[in-house]
Each structure stands twice: as C-alpha cells, then as structure tokens.
C-alpha cells in the first residue's frame, strides 16, 4: 500500500482536505498568503536602510585655498557625504540645518593650509545634525575617514614619509555591507511568525466563533488528527512563502545564499512548530477574532524589535537581551545568517538549534493541553 493511499485512509486525511477546501474559498486570506511575501519583501529590502549615505553637506570654507578644496573632495568621495551648496558665515550654516536643507556642515578655518605649510596640526570641523544618532554617526565616521586619508596623503606629499600604520579592512560575508543583505533574510523569520501565529491563531478562533469546531470535535476525527489538519496546510503556506523570500531577495536584491537549502528547510521546522504553538495558545487565551490579532500583534513586537531583525542584540540593554532569549526569531535569524549568508552546518549551528527545538516542544506542548482543555 502506497503512501498517499495510506494517507487518504487515516482519520487525519479529512480533515486535511477538509482545510485545504476552506483556504481556497477564503480568497482573500490566500490572496494574503501567497501576497504578503513577496509585499514585505520589497518594503523591508528597500525602506530598511541602516547604511545612511549621501548626506546633506554645506561647507563654510574660510581658507579658500587648493588644500580645503582638496579637503571637500576628499569628503565627498566617501560617500557619506552630498555637496549642496557653500554658505558664507555661521548664520548661514546654523539655517541651512535648522531648516533640514543639510544635515551635516564642512567648516574650514582661515589658517587651514597655512598650518599644513609650517608643519603643524590642521584643523577643520564637521557640524552634524545629531537629532537621528544614525545619520550622525555615519557623518562622524565618515568625516573621520576623511581626515586620516587626506592626512596620509599630506604627509606622503610633502614629507616624503609613509603613513606609521598601514591598517587593511577585509570585510566578510557582506563585503559591499549593503543592508538588504542582513535585513532580508530576516524578512523569511517575520513572515512566518506572521503567518504561522497571526493567521493560526484567528482561523482556530473564527471555528470556534461559528460553532464548527465544536461540531468537528463531535465527529469520530480524533483532537490530533484535528490538530494535524488544522496545522499542517499553514506548514506547508510557511514553506511556499519562504521559496517566495529566497528566490524574490535573490532576483531583486541579490542577497547570497552560500550555504545548504535542504539543511534550512530542516531547520526551519521547529520554528514553523514553534510559531504555530504560540499562535494555538493565543486560541485559547483570545475570545474572539479581535482580541487574537491584539494577542499576536503584541506578541510580534518584541519579536521585530529585540530579536536582532533590525537592532543589534548587542548593543541592548542587558534586560532586553534576556527578553530576547525568549523569542523563537532569536535562534531561527541566526541560523538564516548563518547559513545564508555564511554558508556554515549544523555543526556551528546546533546550539541556536537544540534552542529553538527546546522551545518549540514546551510551547507546543502547552498550547496542545490548554487547547484540548478549552474545546472540552
């Protein structure tokens, strides 16, 4: 006896087909399904940028001389930085930011290259507009960088002498550090806690709203043969969005993928189950549709915000980092990276998963008990 033989004779086959028939007459929840990836994607890949580029920059150039224009250009090859325009006086500077027509402000003293000539220290000062910490701190760096290149330079020209210290960047991994390249893969783990708790947890509550899953509890289907069917085609929904993510951020965004398909999607199992525990256990807290969407939504925060999806875990308070070792995102986005980007095996990556495994089995565990006492 064939497999799919054996499967359409168990109790779990009806109600398997029994869901598959109701998600293909809920047109819109499908047209969510099988939308929203490819919706999120796009958002999250070109609105997300925690690379700030390009800023607003005025100059307040007092020196006039062949080295501050040399200065200027050196700071605007860095790309941080975009000329706009030049200001004649401090009045001017302050409006220009005031006013948001520049974010960042190059100010070069009278006694610039004159200071160079004589051998001493020359001064010049970057105004930034610190109100955004990112943007400010890509000027800072920025601004930095151009001074040590331009210091090198001057002593090389006039002094004949090579810088003292020679430090060589090799980035890894991301060598362009385009920010796609980390938030994208993240977009797979955001997805499926959407799906996987949001849409669980309001289709179990939409039953019970109706009265038809107390009729189905009646029939000779066992609780896990209705568990299965109610489960299973939103496993299979979070697989067809995550082929969606990876193809879509490989096309549109280039985003690498080094490592093995077959061990993501293994790995990818316990947290679907984990994500669908928490949203079977959100059908057993929520009364209705309403408080199962405030449930999950108040549930997806923490997950966007202390997971490491956009923030750093590392530069968190210690307190939300812990937090953040309760979330299932934590471990599942660091097996994406790992193996995406990284192209590393489940031998660098068996402690986030036994993690993730650990948590999936307690919370689905005590979903599957609060559920079977609630239906009772």
Not at 108 to 134: F, H, L, S
Not at 176 to 202: C, D, H, K, N, W
Not at 239 to 266: C, D, E, N
Not at 347 to 366: H, S, V, Y
């Amino acid at each position: 006896m064939s497999l799919i033989t054996r499967l359409r004779e168990s109790r779990f086959w009806p109600m398997l087909w029994k869901e598959f028939i109701q998600m293909r007459r809920d047109r819109l929840t499908l047209g969510l399904l099988t939308g929203l990836p490819a919706i999120q994607l796009i958002l999250f890949g070109y609105a997300i940028q925690t690379d700030v580029r390009h800023l607003k920059t005025v100059v307040l150039d007092e020196s006039r001389t062949a080295e501050s224009r040399a200065l200027v250009s050196v700071m605007i090859n860095t790309g941080n930085f975009d000329l706009v325009g030049a200001v004649a006086d401090r009045t001017a500077l302050r409006n220009a930011i005031e006013s948001g027509a520049a974010s960042a402000a190059l100010v070069i003293p009278p006694d610039y290259e004159r200071n160079i000539k004589r051998g001493r220290t020359a001064e010049a000062q970057i105004i930034v507009d610190a109100a955004d910490p990112q943007s400010s701190g890509s000027a800072i760096s920025g601004a930095q960088l151009a001074a040590l290149a331009r210091g090198a330079t001057i002593i090389a020209e006039h002094y004949r002498a090579p810088p003292p210290i020679d430090m060589r960047v090799r980035p890894w991994y991301n060598p362009e550090q385009r920010s796609a390249v980390f938030i994208v893969p993240g977009v797979i783990g955001i997805l499926l806690t959407i799906t996987m708790t949001l849409i669980t947890s309001t289709a179990i509550v939409r039953e019970r709203e109706r009265g038809t899953l107390e009729q189905l509890i009646v029939t000779p289907i066992g609780k896990p043969s209705l568990m299965l069917g109610k489960l299973v085609p939103f496993m299979l929904v979070g697989f067809v969005q995550m082929t969606v993510v990876l193809v879509l951020g490989k096309l549109i965004f280039r985003i690498p993928t080094i490592g093995s398909f077959a061990l993501l999607y293994v790995l990818t199992v316990p947290f679907i189950v984990a994500s669908l525990g928490v949203g079977l256990l959100i059908s057993t807290i929520a009364r209705n549709q309403v408080q199962a969407m405030q449930v999950s939504f108040f549930f997806m925060l923490p997950n966007i915000l202390l997971s490491g999806y956009i923030f750093p875990r590392v530069a968190m308070p210690v307190p939300a980092q812990w937090i953040g070792l309760l979330l299932p995102l934590t471990y599942y986005l660091t097996i994406l990276r790992g193996i995406l980007l990284k192209g590393i095996g489940i031998e660098q990556l068996w402690r986030p998963t036994l993690a993730l495994t650990a948590f999936a089995a307690l919370i689905f565990a005590i979903s599957v008990r609060r559920f079977s006492k609630t239906i009772e």
